[in-house]
């Protein structure tokens, strides 16, 4: 068998020649094995329709030559339902060759889709399937291809992925939820994860403020056994006083609701030290932190200087007011 991390896509002669492209009748193309079609929607979008209507099909959909003059579809569900749509007969296709040994395969589809754009998503789909065909030294080859260092617990997090579903696989597909949210919404019931995809995508929530909303929402679940829904009743009546079209404020406010739900006391002497510390007002340049936690009432001042001269013409004062 070849070896997979040696199967050459570098040379441009032999990548084209495992892809050629050609017009098939719709009826020859079967959709049902399609690898990634949990990332599209149920219909596709009148966008892509208007698209393929005014220009044609220029991204044509990948397939694969299978016996019986048949070919399964591997990546462009949209694009083919689009022409269905439109009530198109023939669509134009790129076809992988059917001599591709399975490793080979997915190396090669591995490296068409770094050139089109490869997501979490569609990287964790592709190592469910992978992993029903390959040995584990080809997974680890294909890992490898993908910029990853093979190991099981990189691979558990792909395949835990793999089966979250369409609910959280489309908005990791998308960018909208990042890959750490998207592992932590998989241990959650799909109402609640249903429930914080909502918020984060409503309030276009980043990487790190979704990780923290989540860890949040997943510990107050667990506390007062109860659902996201329950938890984000009084906030939904709290939201309605707020301008709809303020998404900033939307979420900054959402997300000191959760913070005041999940650590109230730690959330109260933070508003209180940050009203301390406001009265204060301090120069630019100075900035005050209170104790971590706040175990005790201390804290402290950092000063910055504009240089190492100013530092040490103010570094006698400084040491004076320390001493006192």
Known sequence: MINGSCFLFSTLTFLQSMLHYTHLSLNKITVEPCIFAQLIPDAPSKDVQNSIAQFGVINPPLVRETNHNQYELVFGLEILLATQELGLQMLPCAIIASSLI?????????????????????????LQDASRHLDKEEIDQLMVAMGYKPGKGTLKNFLTLASAGRQILRPLHSGTLSTHSALQLCTLSLANSSILIHY???????????????????????????????????????????????????????????????????????KEFEAFADGLHLPPGMHLSPCQSFENDSCSLMIQFANRKKLIKNLELAKTLIAK
């Open 200 to 270: 984060i995508e409503q309030y276009t929530l980043s990487g790190s403020k979704q990780k923290q909303m989540i860890r949040r929402m997943m510990d107050l679940i667990r506390r007062e056994n109860t659902s996201a829904e329950i938890l984000c009743q009084e906030w939904e009546e709290t939201a309605k006083k707020t301008d709809p079209k303020n998404t900033p404020q939307l979420a900054k406010r959402f997300l000191e609701y959760i913070e005041k739900r999940h650590t109230p006391h730690l959330y109260e002497a933070t």
């Open 102 to 126: 399975p490793v080979q395969y997915y190396l090669f589809l591995c490296h068409i889709f770094k050139e089109r754009g490869l997501t979490p998503a569609m990287e964790a789909l592709l």
